[in-house]
Structures are given as C-alpha cells and as structure tokens.
C-alpha cells in the first residue's frame, strides 16, 4: 500500500523528533554523570573520604554503559539524518557544518582513549590526583562533542559561509564559496552553546538526583544512606548553579532570537502585531490576528529579552508572510517551558534556603519526595525546550535557506525501518536505564567503600 | 595520489582491524568459552575504541566524497538499517555484560554471547557491504538499489569465506592460544588464497602486482607465531593490529583508484577547495591529539587493567 508524501513527510518528521528526544535521555544524563564522578573523586582524595571514592568507582561503571549505548545511538541518528533528509545532508556534506561533525568525532576519540584510561586502568596510576585529571579529559571529550553538535544546530538557526543565494537559485545544486570554519561561530552559536550546555547538565543533574533521592528514601543501610546523600550534595550544588545559569542563558537567547530570528521570537512570545512596550504573556492563543485569553504581565518582553523597559520595538508576525509562521503551538510550549523553569527555580530557592538554614535537604525525606517530581518536570522543560527551538524554524530546516519538505526523503519505503527504529528505541532506552540501577545497586556500599 | 582518499581509508584500515579482532574473539567466546579470559581482557577495553574508529571512517567519508553521501545511503539503506541495529545491540550487550551481577536469567554469560553474535553477524554485513564496494555485485547504479539476490555471487561469497577463514586463523595468534598452533597456517593459507581468488572472480583488474604485500605480510604473521622466538613479538596486541591495519591498508587498490566494479571514479568525487583544505588541517589536528592519547593508553595499558572491581576475569 502505498503513503502519500504528505503522510510519509509527517512521519519523517515524527520519526526524527522520537530518535532525538531518546537520544537527549541519554547525553543529559552522561554529561551530568562525568561532572558528578569528577567532583565526587575529587572530593574523595581532597577529604580522604572513601565513600565519594566508591560512589565515583560505581558511576564510572554506569558511564560505560552510557557512553556504550549513546554513542551507537548517535550513529544511528547520523545515519538517519542522511536517509530522512538527503538534500539537508548534502548541504552539510559540502560546509562548514561538515567540519564540526569532524571536531566533534576529534573530540569524540578524547573522550573514548580518555574514559578507557579513567576505568579500566583506575589503579594504575600512581598519583591519585594524576587520575582525577583524567576525569576532566573525559569530561572535556563529552562537553566538546555536545558543544560541536549544537553548533550544528546553530548553524541551522543562522547558516553562514557560503553563498546561500545562489545555491537556493540553483536549486539547491550549486555551493560556492565556501568557508569552513565560519560555521564555528555564526550569529547564534555563543548564546545557543551556553543554553544548551547549562539547561543540559540541569536536566541531567536533576534526573540522576531523583535516582539517588528515591534510594535514599527507600534504603534502611547507613553506608548507602551515607553514599546517597553525598552524591545528591553534589547534585544540588550543580542543580542550583545550572539553574541561574539557565535562566540567564536563556534570556540572551531571547535577545539574540529578536535579533536573528524575528519570526521564530514573535511566535514564541505570541506577537501577532511589532509594537514596544508589549506584555508577556501566558497560555493563551492567536484567533484572527490578535491574541486572546491567558495572562498578560505588561511591559516584561522588552526587559526579558533586553534587560530594557519599553523602547525595544518588538516583532509581530504579521510582518512575515503567514506561509512562513512556525506552528503557532510553539507559543504553548515555549510558554509551558517558562512556567516549568519558574516553579524549578522555586523548587531550587527553598533547597538553597534549607541549605544555608543547616537543614540539610540532601537528607531531608520531605525535600527529597519533592526531587522526584521536581525531576521529571526537569526533563519535561527541556525536551520542551529542544521543541520549542526545533518546531520554531518550521517550516524550515535551514533557516531561510531550505525548509524541511525540501529536505526530507518522502519514500514511503522508510516507512518499515522507521517503524522497526521507534520499536528498537521503545526497547533500549528502558532497558537502558533499567541497567544503570541493577549495576549501580549490583553492590554492597559497603564493600566498595572497604575496597 | 589522492590525500583525501588516503586519509579516510586509513581510518578504515584501522576500524576494519579493530573489528576483525574482535570478531576473532567472538567466534572464540561462541565456541571455546572456557578460553574467554584472554579474550576479554582484550575485548572489553577496546569495544569503545572500535565503535569510535567506525564512526571516524563513517564521518571522514562524508566529509571526503559528500556526493557519495546520499547515493550510497539509498543504496546500502536496508544494509544500514540492520547494521544499526546490530550496532545498537553489540554495544549494549558487552556494556550490560561487563557490569551485571548474577541476578535472575539474564547474566555475565548470555550476554557476552549476545554480544559475541551480534558482532559476528554485524561482521558479515560490513563484509557484504564491503564486496559491493568493491566488486559492484548486488548494486544497480542506475536505478540507485541494492539486491542480496544479485549480490549472491561465486565472487562475493567467496570473498566472505576467505576472510572468515583468514580471521578464524589468525585468532590464535592474536589471542595467543597455542592449543590451535597447528591450524595457524592452513587456514590463514587457505584464507589468503580464497581471498585473492575472490577478486579474480570480481574482476581480474583488481589482481595487481600490489596483492602480494597483503598476502605476504598475512602468510608472514602466520608463520612467525611458529617460530618460539618470535611468538611473543607476533602475539604482542598492538604489533598484531598495526600489522593488520597495514595489510587492510596495503588492499587499498581494489577500490582505488575506481571502486564499485570499476564503476566510480574516486578522484571525481573527491571533495575539493576550501573543504579540501579544512579536511586535511583538521586531520592534522585531530591526527595529533589522537596519537598523544594513544601514546598515554600504550604506556598506561602496558602496566595491565588494574580496576579490581571489574570482574570480567571472573565472568561467568
């Protein structure tokens, strides 16, 4: 049976979105782990505590298991991207885009030679700092490859160097002048690496600390409990910090969007009509031009996006040609990925005010049955985040450049393989996370922190 | 000489001898399980490394031929698709394998093996993927497809079973099993004829005078395990692979300068400018930084895996 294009290219699109929203469960969660067995050795040798020590030695055994299937599932994506969408991919091939793919496996082979070392080899150095050092050229590979790869995505939001008007006159068959290395650093890479990096190792720190805070509940053995609570003071501290740093990340890319990407800003922040001066609004919708319903807190655009009061002029979508607006449910879920920061910052507020009041939320039952919710809305935000800036560009792939219909391979012999993709990630990804527990809690606490 | 070419098949001479290595030690976790302690304490520190290396070659191809890009995706697409997945499930059944306790049905044992099929299986995709590449069969250029009826050829099939013979002979050398002395040569002799055998079906331009580094360089590994004085030399993990990744890359005439039955021209689709520039100052770079931290893993790994708390010697 045959599937119109229309179908297969809604497929297409759905199948991507699956594949990378997986993905993200995974490279969250490893970025956030290498930062928390760093410091957690770190602190180990520093306080001559061999709990932080058998806390990193059982994390570096969950990280080999990240690492294992997140990176085969980043070569799946890799290939898909080539079989979903042939005409975006032959851009990339023949760009700069190719050359952070390249820096990113460059950083990629750090990583691995590095992690390799770090585990397998833990007591062959002799100088216990010596291999604490080595945690950061692992930490350094993770944080470039994540780094490389949304630069990709950046270049996406504002491609630049080579000469977009005449590959789009020809067709999209011509690529001329073509600079390398300017896809290192277009008009949105800086603002972008730093949202992502900071809402990355958010989302992870949280997830991993629900783990930790329901064991804690959970257990009755001291030296667990002990173990538990250390690796959730860690946690809290890269939670907090991450926090703040998200908040402010993601207001500059709000300014750097009204500067770069007017469009994607004036469906995001729901702007029919430009105008200064405009409110910020929440949950509620464009009918006929204008938008209704919802709340509105006036004059909050402009200092959000620009820490000014009222003289930005702000952009409307009825500057743009209704053809090219994204979906205006971006509006819904940038306004859902607000809110959600907003009661993760309370969250966050009250663990600090516990923290300095000596009350110790890291061990507290009441703030840690809080965690665990707190972490799922953690990762709700930021996958809605990751929509709210891929759903944004629609229609296009290539911000004005190429859109996603052009783009996509619309065969309905994907179909199959896409199918067979969805049921293999179904599959993996809790059996995934169902590993990380059975080996993180294969062992006694007390016998790493005898070993 | 194209250096582009040159860069990207060395970095598939050096994945392609990870992956025959541990290919090698899949068929001896299937079939001498008790034997698997040397094979581990190889097999476990370098899985990473080898899925590192294929992605290596999978980027720096499509940053060498970016015309190839798509033509060969469509092509090899239902090859890709259970590539994948075989990827996907190699990689987590030796990560799951090395670190779960004995609980319950699924333990040490049956995913070792998991892992051990999957590789042997994803072994004979590349290997089928490979002869395409090489000698065209089973590919239509025209209509961009692929057929595993048109690729069933005396020459494909037997390229597969010269290099199955050639990596089940040369594994007792590589994992240094001297109970096999004996079937060393025979099967690396007969592997190396099969082989050369393989491409004179496929096309009898591809035997060049070039072929005999390859075969001699196999047939010389071989022989030198025989010899006392030189077993430990030949034995010796990382003088095994540099000597494979040689002879891989020594068999770099059967696809260039024309792979695909002749059929493509590689320096037509080389890339070229200011990408080609890019290309070759990255690897600079890159190549670099690699080989420093393949120096440190040398002389680290040379002091023996020393994590007392991963308990793969111990393994089932």
Do not use: C
Not at chain 1, 160 to 184: L, N, R
Not at chain 2, 20 to 41: C, F, N, Q
Not at chain 2, 108 to 124: D, Q
């Amino acid at each position: 049976m045959a599937v119109d294009p229309a179908t297969m290219l809604s497929f297409v699109r759905f199948l991507f979105a699956f594949t990378i929203g997986s993905h993200i469960l995974l490279v969250s969660t490893s970025i956030a782990l290498i930062f928390l067995i760093s410091i957690s050795e770190f602190l180990s040798i520093r306080r001559r505590d061999p709990t932080y020590e058998a806390l990193a030695r059982k994390l570096s055994k969950i990280f080999i298991i990240s690492f294992g299937v997140g990176t085969a599932s980043g070569i799946v994506m890799a290939v898909e991207l080539v079989g979903l969408f042939p005409t975006f991919m032959t851009l990339v091939a023949s760009t700069g885009a190719m050359v952070l793919l390249y820096a990113e496996i460059s950083a990629f082979f750090l990583e691995v030679l590095a992690l390799v070392l770090y585990v397998y080899y833990w007591n062959a150095f002799k100088g216990r700092y010596t291999h604490w050092v080595v945690s950061l050229f692992v930490a350094a590979g993770t944080v470039a490859s994540a780094v490389f790869i949304t630069m990709l995505n950046s270049w996406m939001n504002t491609p630049t160097g080579f000469d977009a008007a005449t590959f789009v006159s020809s067709g999209f068959k011509t690529i001329t002048e073509v600079q390398p290395f300017a896809a290192f650093l277009t008009a949105s890479t800086a603002n972008q690496v730093f949202h992502v990096l900071a809402t990355t190792l958010f989302a992870g720190s949280m997830v991993i600390g629900a783990y930790f805070a329901y064991w804690y509940i959970k257990s009755r053995d001291g030296d667990e409990k002990a173990m538990y609570s250390r690796a959730l003071k860690i946690l809290g501290a890269m939670a907090m910090i991450t926090i703040i740093l998200s908040g402010i990340s993601g207001s500059e890319q709000m300014g750097n969007l009204l500067v770069n990407q007017p469009l994607k800003y004036a469906a995001l922040d729901g702007n029919a009509v430009p105008g200064t001066n405009l409110p910020d609004r929440f949950f509620g919708s464009i009918v006929g031009g204008a938008y209704v319903g919802g709340i509105s807190v006036p004059g909050m655009q402009s200092l959000l996006a620009r820490f000014e009061t009222g003289l930005t002029n702000l952009p409307g979508l009825s500057q743009f040609p209704a053809s090219t607006w994204p979906p205006l449910l971006v509006t819904t879920t940038f306004n859902l990925m607000t809110v959600g920061g907003l009661v993760l910052g309370l969250f966050l507020l009250v663990y600090f005010v516990s923290l300095i009041r000596r009350r110790r939320p890291y061990e507290s039952r009441r703030m840690l049955y809080l965690w665990i919710p707190a972490a799922i809305l953690g990762m709700l935000v930021y996958q809605l985040g990751w929509a709210t800036d891929e759903v944004g560009r629609q229609p296009w792939i290539v911000y004005n450049i190429m859109t996603v219909a052009q783009a996509a391979n619309t065969s309905d012999a994907l179909l199959v393989p896409g199918i067979i993709i969805i049921i293999f990630y179904l599959a993996v990804i809790p059996a995934t996370f169902y590993f990380y527990s059975r080996v993180f809690n294969g062992s006694k606490a007390r016998e790493g922190i005898a070993a | 000489m194209n250096g582009i070419f040159e860069v990207n098949y060395a970095a598939f001479s050096v994945f392609a001898a990870l992956l025959i290595t541990e290919i090698m030690g899949a068929v001896v976790l299937l079939v001498a399980w008790p034997a698997r302690s040397k094979v581990l304490d190889y097999l476990v520190p370098i899985w990473e490394v080898t899925g590192t290396f294929g992605a290596f070659w999978v980027v720096t191809g499509g940053f060498a031929y970016p015309a190839l890009l798509v033509p060969v995706a469509t092509i090899f697409t239902p090859l890709l698709i259970v590539f994948l997945i075989l990827w996907v499930a190699r990689g987590a059944s030796i990560a799951f394998a090395e670190f779960i306790t004995k609980r319950g049905w699924l333990d040490e044992a049956r995913l070792f093996r998991a892992y051990a099929i999957s590789t042997l299986v994803l072994g004979l995709v590349v290997l089928v993927l490979l002869s395409s590449l090489v000698g065209g069969q089973g590919v239509d250029l025209s209509s961009g497809s692929f057929s595993i009826f048109s690729w069933l050829t005396a020459g494909s099939l037997t390229f597969m079973l010269g290099t199955l013979f050639l990596a089940v002979g040369l594994a007792p050398v590589f994992f240094d099993l001297p109970s096999l002395k004996r079937l060393v040569l025979p099967l690396v002799g007969f592997g190396a004829g099969l082989s050369t055998f393989s491409y004179w079906l496929m096309s009898p331009d591809l035997l060049t005078v070039w072929m005999a580094v390859p075969i001699f360089l196999t047939l010389l590994a071989g022989a030198l395990y025989l010899w006392p004085k030189t077993t430990r030399l030949v034995a010796n993990k990382a003088v095994f692979l540099a000597v494979l990744a040689i002879v891989i890359f020594s068999l770099q005439s059967l696809v260039y300068p024309k792979a695909i039955g002749q059929a493509l021209a590689i320096d037509s689709v080389t890339t070229v400018g200011a990408m080609a520039d890019a290309f070759l100052s990255i690897t600079a770079v890159g190549g670099l930084l690699l080989v420093v931290m393949l120096v440190l893993y040398m002389r680290v790994a040379a002091k023996g895996p020393s994590g007392p708390d991963f308990p793969r010697a111990t393994a089932g």
